[in-house]
């Protein structure tokens, strides 16, 4: 039987980013059986899901109650586009295996997809209540908080999906997005910098930091940061992605919108 005892982790698939969300493989007893899940595996790794798809059917039909073969074909479905598929793949996994935490965190991410915030919510609550630490869990109800327009409990989660993980950059330029909806200017500025410090190439963070110049009148700053977030990544420009997809507040939403349109 395959466990979860080792996998990679799940991350938030509605901000651009498919984050390591396949469960790795253990070992087995039967080698025909781990070169399956592991080729099914490695396809989804690189990205290519509608073969990954094909092999984890393939996989499920000689192994109908394997908890992460039905997880890891879930994220696949999501990824693909078949977000009621993938809740069904993370149901079915989690009445096998109801202790393990991951297809919890995958029900959610799909829930959240569809707008199902409750629903999400109390998957990612589920998560912290047998794991208080787990970064992924805290990071995505923050998300699903600031959806309902809870700035200040989104702000306090994504601070401790940051510290409980501090290499977590998209937790910390959260958490400096947060406080700029919430009006706490030097505590943003503040940790932006830190950030586009330590990593030049964020987008997110210098992006952040381009409407927040804007804000303070700043439009040099505002200038040279924004030829950066142009090269590195475009998407920033589209305020619908930005929104829909990466989940910014609707301040520096606005102040980033307004930089662009020179309003």
């Known amino acids: 039987m395959i466990t979860f005892k080792k996998k990679v982790k799940v991350c938030f698939l509605l901000i651009f980013f498919i984050f390591n969300i396949f469960i790795i493989s253990p070992c087995y007893s039967l080698t025909s059986r781990e070169d399956l899940f592991k080729y099914a595996l490695d396809l989804s790794s690189v990205g290519e899901f509608n073969l990954a798809l094909q092999e984890w059917n393939r996989y499920l039909l000689s192994y109908p109650d394997d908890a992460a073969g039905l997880s890891n074909r879930g994220n696949v479905r999501l990824v693909i586009g078949d977000i009621e598929g993938s809740i ?146 475009p998407r920033y420009s589209d305020e619908e992605w930005l929104t829909k997809v990466r989940r910014w507040p609707p301040k520096p939403t606005k102040d980033l919108m307004n930089f662009i349109d020179l309003k």
């Not at 707008?115 to 209540?129: C, N, R, T």
């Not at 919430?182 to 505590?187: F, Q, R, T, Y």
């Open 88 to 233: 069904d793949d993370q149901n079915h996994a989690i009445s096998l295996n109801p202790s393990e935490i991951d297809p919890y965190i995958n029900r959610g991410i799909a829930e959240e997809s569809l707008g199902l915030w409750q629903e999400a919510k109390k998957d990612y609550m589920f998560v912290i209540s047998q794991n208080s630490k787990n970064f992924s869990a805290l990071y995505n109800l923050a998300n699903v908080e600031g959806s309902l327009s809870k700035w200040e409990t989104a702000r306090d989660l994504f601070s401790k999906a940051a510290t409980y993980n501090p290499g977590f950059a998209m937790a910390r330029s959260s958490m400096a997005l947060a406080d700029f909806q919430l009006g706490n200017i030097n505590e943003s500025e503040e940790e932006l910098k830190k950030l586009i410090r330590r990593y030049p190439t964020f987008a997110d963070a210098r992006a952040a930091f381009t409407a927040l110049n804007w804000s303070k009148g700043e439009f040099g700053k505002a200038e040279s940061n924004w030829i950066a977030v142009s090269e590195l990544d």
